[in-house]
């Protein structure tokens, strides 16, 4: 089990797969500075997916603001939309 604030049962292996994910994103974007590493924003991520908690809640237990909560989850939730096969391609 990975832990923030409040605890989370997440997979490690799934933690890792989105931390790379998101660190290619950024590499490939040329972003300095974050508010979070690519590992606390795909821990933020999966416990949103995981839990259902609001964004306010997950703001505050990393101590980030609700509007950039959200836009990490947006961003992390849209690259692994990316990466997923389409419906002609799972068929």
Known sequence: ???YPSGVD???S?????AARLRE??????????RLNAGRQ???TL?????????AQLATGFEI??????????EAVNL??????TLTEAA
Request: charged share 15%; proline share 4%; net charge positive.
């Open 1 to 3: 089990m990975l832990v």
């Open 10 to 12: 997440v997979s490690s």
């Open 14 to 18: 799934a933690l890792r797969f989105l």
């Open 25 to 34: 994103h950024r590499r490939a974007l040329g972003t300095r500075w974050r």
């Open 42 to 44: 795909a821990l933020l």
């Open 47 to 55: 416990a949103h997916l995981r839990n259902g908690q609001p964004y």
């Open 65 to 74: 603001g609700t509007t950039t909560a959200y836009r990490y989850i947006t």
């Open 80 to 85: 692994l939309a990316a990466l997923a096969p």
